[in-house]
């Protein structure tokens, strides 16, 4: 993971909730895996994968995942979680994930994802489609 300083064309603004805090009163790390969903889920609705998946069956599964933290958070605070899209393979790309603290001003967090495509009607592997890969590069070009 390198911190490249080109914006990521999905981002969601989240506040901290008191309840995301561990007994150590920062953000529990299992917190930021759920502001990396969001962001996803976020990408994926701009790109329409959700309702390719409705229609047809086939959608994302995360294979795998990983989290830098850089900066532990608190209570008050917003975070700017975002996703970016690279690496198209046949049947899978990787995520690109990161967290800023809007208190601090700077990256909280930053991470990765294997989404891999699948047929949930077959149970097996599916290719990327050619619509979502076409919208993932659209919307990637425009960096």
Request: hydrophobic fraction near 40%; proline fraction near 6%.
């Amino acid at each position: 993971m390198t911190q490249d300083k080109k914006p990521f064309m999905v981002a969601v603004e989240i506040p901290v909730s008191w309840g995301d805090l561990d007994a150590f009163q920062h953000v529990n790390n299992t917190v930021y895996f759920q502001w990396f969903e969001t962001a996803r889920i976020r990408y994926f609705e701009e790109i329409g994968f959700l309702d390719h998946l409705k229609a047809t069956g086939v959608g994302p599964i995360l294979a795998e995942t990983s989290c830098k933290f850089r900066l532990p958070l608190t209570y008050p605070d917003t975070v700017t979680a975002s996703a970016q899209a690279m690496d198209l393979g046949h049947d899978r790309f990787t995520m690109r994930y990161r967290v800023h603290s809007a208190e601090h001003g700077r990256l909280a967090a930053e991470g990765e994802g294997r989404i891999v495509c699948f047929d949930y009607r077959g149970n097996n592997k599916a290719p990327l489609p050619d619509p979502i890969r076409k919208a993932i590069e659209t919307l990637e070009a425009r960096r």
